[in-house]
């Protein structure tokens, strides 16, 4: 299959298809002409990639996991299970800060509004 053809058959860009490869994601090889071709299980990889990446994971990370894929890549196999936790625990912790950064400018943005109700700031005499 030429990139064209897994281009339009995944809805992914050729240059981002090239960037895949580029990652190790993706493997082609080349016709004599020079031209791309991807096996008949492209557009699978392809499909699993896009899954992976919604998911939140960097590139480097499905690299690692790609290959314990199984399916449309929306089940894994036990190997990820760690890539899998530690992504979602960095995940959960940026949650917790963009939070504690919302309520923190919720709270200046209160402050500033309506300064007459506005409470003290710690340590102000």
Known sequence: MRIGALSRETGVSPRLLRYYEEQGLLTSFREEGGHRRYGQD???VVRRIRTL???????????DVLPCASGSGEVLD?????HL????A???QQLTEIRTARDSLAALVA????PEQA??????A
């Open 42 to 44: 492209a557009p699978v």
């Open 53 to 63: 990446l919604a998911a939140g994971l960097p590139t480097k990370v499905i690299r």
């Open 78 to 82: 036990a190997c990820t299970l760690g």
């Open 85 to 88: 936790r530690e992504r979602l």
């Open 90 to 92: 960095a995940l959960e």
């Open 111 to 114: 402050a500033t509004e309506h």
């Open 119 to 124: 409470a003290p700031l710690a340590g102000a």
